[in-house]
């Protein structure tokens, strides 16, 4: 097998090595380009370039395949605890029972927020967006939790400063989703049962209601826990690639997470699953007439897009959309729910994989397509969906973070192709 390409380009030859993964996947190795050919490579949205050699997660589009450090996602969704996986995809093993119960502790140890950030939080209008309010709080965490900077020479030194910068934010952030959700119920902000586990605690904070007892609900720990594995990493998506961005400059683990929560954001990322249930209201309100909609979405004057459908990746069936679809009717049926909203969302499903359209173009239901069927039966409003993607998708972007600056990456600095005025002189 050639571990070589050739480039002829202006009447000269260039070899560039390539890269081979541990999965087969091949990569041109063009770090030599501009000084050996004068040539960069250009490439809108990154569809073909990787940024990165890592070890966490993998992907296979075509086949559908994902594995966090090479465990199947449906072994993990089946199997483990959402801790059990953060600590998988920080660490690279599953943890053995001591480190479980260390990991447990030392952040049931720094599960609290300052007050003053609480005020920071009771001083947010209203109408703020959840997702809006998160970014700002965790990089405020900075303030409150200043990190000491850490130099790439003597990481071994730093890796108990890592993993104390680590534990905080897992300890934190579950807190700050909690009291977002809380204050736009007008619930008291409150902490939740350090002696419980870490989905069950994260669920008390979110649920308990003053004055009454808590009854835990094993259905909805559950679901939560599976939410929250299926969307723990997703390899080099928009989010981590601004994360690992954002901290190959130096920027410290909480400022880099704000910023991937920021990138989560947009609709055609993570706030899709909210988007995916305002779609499907509409169409319940609309009659539930699916096909008008299912025009609209191949209608290139019109700006619809089925909303949860369609992957940069996946080329096939995102595997988490099928485990989270299982789960939508479990939860419905164990809670006794009956939702029309799944009914359209499977009709809308079905027509879709009979459509040339979107089966020309390899267009399936993706992680966002049912999880917030699941939410809005945990009586989760769906302004705060994307927060529960950010809350699962925090330990994939602190294991990124971590990499990037174990590998010691260099500061990521694209380069352009310019297309605009040439030399001018300024006229007096
Ligand atoms: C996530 O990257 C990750 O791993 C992300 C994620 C993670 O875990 O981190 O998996 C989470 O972000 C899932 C995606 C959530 N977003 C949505 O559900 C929004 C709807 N989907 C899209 O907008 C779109 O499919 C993307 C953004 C997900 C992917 O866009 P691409 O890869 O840039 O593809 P494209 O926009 O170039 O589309 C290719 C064609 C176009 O048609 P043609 O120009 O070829 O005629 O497919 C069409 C698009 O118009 N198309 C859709 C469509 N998605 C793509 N048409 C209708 N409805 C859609 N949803």
Not at 269 to 295: C, F, P, R, W
Request: with cysteine; proline share 4%; hydrophobic share 40%.
């Amino acid at each position: 097998m050639s571990d070589k390409a050739k480039l002829i380009f202006e009447g000269k030859e260039h070899l560039f090595d390539v890269v081979r993964g541990s999965e087969s996947e091949k990569a041109l190795d063009v770090s030599s380009l501009r000084s050996d050919l004068d040539l960069i490579t250009i490439d809108p949205g990154f569809k073909n370039t990787g940024s990165c050699k890592s070890a966490i997660t993998f992907l296979d589009g075509e086949k559908g395949i994902l594995r966090y450090r090479g465990y199947s996602i449906e072994d993990l969704a089946k199997n483990a605890d959402f801790l059990q996986v953060a600590f998988l995809l920080i660490y690279g093993e599953l943890p053995t029972n001591e480190e479980y119960v260390k990991f447990l502790n030392d952040i049931n140890e720094n599960a609290i927020v300052d007050e003053d950030l609480r005020k920071i939080l009771e001083n947010f209008p209203k109408s703020a967006h959840p997702m809006g309010i998160l970014s700002s709080l965790t990089s405020a965490l900075i303030a409150f939790n200043p990190e000491k900077k850490m130099s790439l020479k003597n990481i071994e030194d730093d890796r108990e400063y890592m993993y104390n910068s680590i534990v905080k934010l897992l300890a934190k952030i579950p807190i700050l989703v909690a009291w977002v959700h809380r204050r736009r119920k007008g619930l008291p902000l409150n902490y939740g049962d350090y002696n419980a586990g870490y989905v069950e605690n994260i669920t008390k904070m979110m649920f308990q209601v003053p004055n009454q007892d808590y009854v835990e609900n094993k259905t909805v720990i559950n679901a939560m826990n599976k939410l929250l594995i299926l969307h723990a990493d997703h390899e080099q998506n928009c989010s981590t690639s601004t994360v690992r961005i954002v901290g190959s400059s130096e920027a410290s683990l909480f400022a880099s997470v704000s910023a991937g929560i920021s990138a989560l954001w947009g609709r055609l990322h993570g706030g899709a699953n909210q988007a995916v249930l305002e779609m499907l209201e509409a169409i319940k309100n609309d009659g539930g007439d699916t096909k008008k909609y299912m025009s609209k979405a191949k209608d290139k004057s019109d700006p619809f897009r089925l909303m949860g459908f369609g992957h940069r990746v996946y080329k096939n069936f995102d595997p988490r959309a099928k485990i989270i679809k299982v789960a939508a009717h479990e939860v419905l049926k164990d809670l006794g729910i009956d939702d029309p909203i799944l009914d359209i969302a499977k009709s809308l499903e079905q027509e879709a994989l009979n459509d040339p359209y979107f089966t020309q173009r390899k267009l399936y239901p993706n992680v966002d397509f049912y999880s917030g069927i699941i939410y809005k039966a945990l009586k989760i409003p769906k302004e705060m969906f994307t927060v529960m993607f950010a809350l699962g998708r925090v330990p994939g972007w602190i294991a990124h973070w971590r990499e990037m600056r174990m590998n010691n990456d260099p500061i990521g600095r694209p380069r352009q192709v310019y297309v605009g005025s040439t030399h001018r002189t300024f006229k007096t």
